[in-house]
């Protein structure tokens, strides 16, 4: 189970709509199973009081995921009530380790469109970044690390992307696909390196 502390003011979500619609929203405030939110994306024609709809936010140990039922709308406002504690959506094979390595991303549905940001934290399972472009869950991504201390290319799909505080900037969670053997070792070469400091 994940403590309440995973959803506290000034964290991001992404909501889930029982009718496939999906929005970003802020914490405002929380009193036990009551929450406020700001909708950051123009809220969908289904987020009304009364819906039901899952948040999902990421944690160190995987995907938190709380199901909800939302209580009011006022503008950009929503009051949620929580359906009972927070389930672990996925659990991560592998523990990520911090990292601040610069990464170019590249974007399948855009052929030849790339964007920039920063490794947060690696594992050979997958990595969280932080990149200037939007992109959604289930995009095809492909990683290039930067000053990697070798040629490090890896594809993946994203399974989180939520805005990371500043306007252009997403933090976004990629699980890798099986990587060559080659480009597994160099990848637990730069871990091991990451690991030790």
Known sequence: MESPETLTPGHRVSIALDTGAMCVAEVLARQGDELSLNVLDEAPGALVPGATLTL???????????????????????????????????????????????????????????????????????????????????????????????????????????????DSVWSVSVAFEAPRPQVAATLAELLAGLATG
């Open 56 to 166: 999902m936010r990421p944690t160190q140990d995987g995907l938190a995921q709380w199901q909800a039922k939302v209580t009011r709308l006022v503008g950009s406002e929503a009051g949620l009530r929580l359906d009972g504690e927070a389930h672990l959506l996925q659990r991560r094979a592998h523990p990520r380790v911090p990292a601040s390595i610069p990464v170019r991303c590249r974007i399948a549905k855009h052929p030849g469109a790339t964007c920039t940001g920063r490794a947060v934290n690696l594992s050979p399972g997958g990595a969280r970044v932080a990149i200037d472009r939007r992109v959604e869950v289930g995009d095809r991504v492909g990683l290039d690390f930067d000053g990697a201390g070798a040629e490090l290319h890896l594809d993946g799909r994203v399974v989180m992307a939520i805005p990371d505080g500043q």
